[in-house]
């Protein structure tokens, strides 16, 4: 290969390292070394029709400047003579040393008659400011509306005056510059044409050098990306990269080598780690499902310690005796007990009905109004359509026990409880409350006073049962000493029917 003018190291070879920075310095030090001298012949053709085009435009510039300060003035004017805020008159002050300035700097810049004509302008300028002199007055006295506009149309007169004879510097001085303006004309078509060969240059140039430079930087990045979207993809397995350069691009493969071997081994770590947890999640499941049973065996032993059918049936018998012997009363008491008997041996089942629950809850309070008289009283209500919602056993006795014993029965005048079932959602919301002497919750539940503990027992006994049943907390208390107390049960949804 022909080095030329470029270095051997620069396009590959095997000398000294070259990194990329360097390798594009060194062209784009040719291409810029270039250009540079091209501008530099064309900068010395043009340099002095720059300059005049820069004063005409300047001139120019400042001219329609000079208009639009005047319409500026005229608006501001206008503005105060029909507001009369006081900051129109601030901006009015800062157009006109404006416009002044530039009318001065005309005067001295344009050639031969314009120069009169910008005397001219400048006299109009200052009639102009001595009309809205007294025009300020004039509205500040307060005269009628009709004069100010008088005074508005003199002044919109006065600049219509001022922008003609803006506009007649204006033609007058392009027709000063026409003659030169068609001599820079065919300056830079000429200029046009060198700049058109210039840039066919500076491009056969580039070419060149691209050409060069992407066997050793383009090659190797497409090798690099087309292995970053294999990997993208999913094929970790992927061989190592060669490193063909001493350069940047060395550095790079050699990081996504390293990079590809790290993650395949995180890769295989995290499938360890994913199969660990999900075998403790396993055991965590095996851990509820065992404690749920254990619960629904301690509820089951509760249940068993009597013998809940010779109950009934002699139960039964004693009402039977109570009516031959004609004692309604005792036959009431002995006929809502042995029915309440038989709710809970209904009860005891996994799943029962909405009116089961609610009919052995009756027969309870039936059976404790007997015990307190006119001091217990009781209502009951749910919604139309609710009786056949399936729910855990024997939830809603513990609560209304505790209203019973604990709230009302410490009162000497006694209390009422309230059971309301309504359908919320998919579920099912039981309110128990009453106006008892109530307790504190937190005390309850911080208290290591097995005593208190023991007096709500079944409350947290049933929380427990349904945070385990729903996955989620159904039980909510809200009591106060001397305030009652209202339990909520929340039932996100029925319970699957389960056979005898």
């Not at 095997?14 to 390798?23: A, D, F, N, S, Y």
């Not at 000063?176 to 000429?190: A, H, P, R, Y």
Request: with cysteine; proline share 3%.
């Amino acid at each position: 290969m022909k080095s030329g003018i470029f270095p051997v190291a620069a396009f590959g070879g095997r000398g000294k390292p070259v990194t990329i920075r360097k390798r594009l310095l060194f062209s784009f030090g040719i291409v810029i070394a270039i250009l540079s001298v091209l501008s530099a012949i064309i900068f010395s053709t043009i340099q002095q029709t720059h300059r005049f085009l820069g004063v005409v435009q300047e001139d120019l510039f400042e001219v329609e400047a000079l208009s639009a300060s005047v319409e500026d003035l005229h608006e501001t004017i206008n503005n105060y003579l029909h507001s009369g805020r006081i900051d129109y008159l601030k901006h009015y002050d800062e157009v006109l040393r404006s416009c002044m300035k530039r009318t001065q700097d005309l005067r001295g810049r344009l050639p031969g008659d314009l120069r009169y004509n910008m005397m001219d302008i400048a006299n109009m300028v200052k009639s102009f400011d001595e009309l809205k002199t007294e025009a300020v007055t004039r509205y500040a006295e307060g005269i009628a509306t009709i004069y100010v506009d008088r005074y508005l149309a003199e002044l919109m007169r006065l600049r219509g005056y001022i922008r003609s004879e803006c506009s007649a510097v204006l033609s007058t001085y392009m027709r000063g510059v026409n003659d030169q303006v068609t001599l820079m004309k065919e300056g830079l078509e000429f200029r046009e044409r060198l700049s058109y060969l210039a840039l066919l240059f500076v491009t056969g140039v580039c070419i060149f050098i691209a050409l060069r430079m992407t066997r050793d930087i383009s090659v190797p990045i497409h090798e690099l990306v087309r292995s970053l979207e294999s990997f993208a993809e999913g094929s970790l397995d992927l061989p190592p990269l060669e490193r063909r350069t001493n350069d940047e691009i060395s550095v790079l493969v050699h990081s996504f080598n390293s990079m590809t071997e790290r993650i395949r081994g995180l890769v295989g770590e995290i499938r360890r780690n994913s199969e660990l947890e999900s075998e403790l999640k396993r055991r965590e499941i095996r851990s509820l499902e065992m404690e749920n049973a254990l619960k629904q065996s301690e509820l089951e032993t509760l249940q068993s310690r009597i013998n809940p059918h010779f109950l009934f049936n002699t139960l039964t018998t004693i009402a039977s005796l109570a009516e031959i012997e004609d004692a309604p009363r005792t036959k009431g008491a002995v006929g809502s007990l042995a029915i309440l008997l038989r709710q809970q041996l209904v009860s005891a089942r996994a799943v029962i009905r909405l009116d089961e629950e609610l009919e052995s809850v009756e027969h309870y309070l039936r059976l404790q109004e007997i015990r307190f008289g006119a001091r217990l009283r009781f209502s009951i209500d749910r919604d139309p359509g609710t009786e056949g919602f399936l729910l855990p056993g024997m939830i809603l006795q513990p609560f209304v026990e505790n209203a019973v014993i604990h709230g009302l029965e410490p009162l000497e005048e006694g209390g009422a409880v309230r059971i309301e079932a309504c359908a919320e959602g998919k579920g099912l919301r039981i309110v128990v409350s009453d106006d008892g002497i109530g307790f504190d919750v937190a005390e309850i539940r911080e208290s290591g006073d097995a005593g208190r503990k023991r007096s709500h027992e079944g409350i947290l006994n049933v929380s427990r049962r349904m945070e385990l049943l729903y996955g989620c907390p159904s039980v909510f208390v809200e009591s106060g000493r001397g305030s009652g107390t209202v339990v909520t049960i929340r039932i996100p949804s029925p319970l699957p029917p389960v056979s005898s």
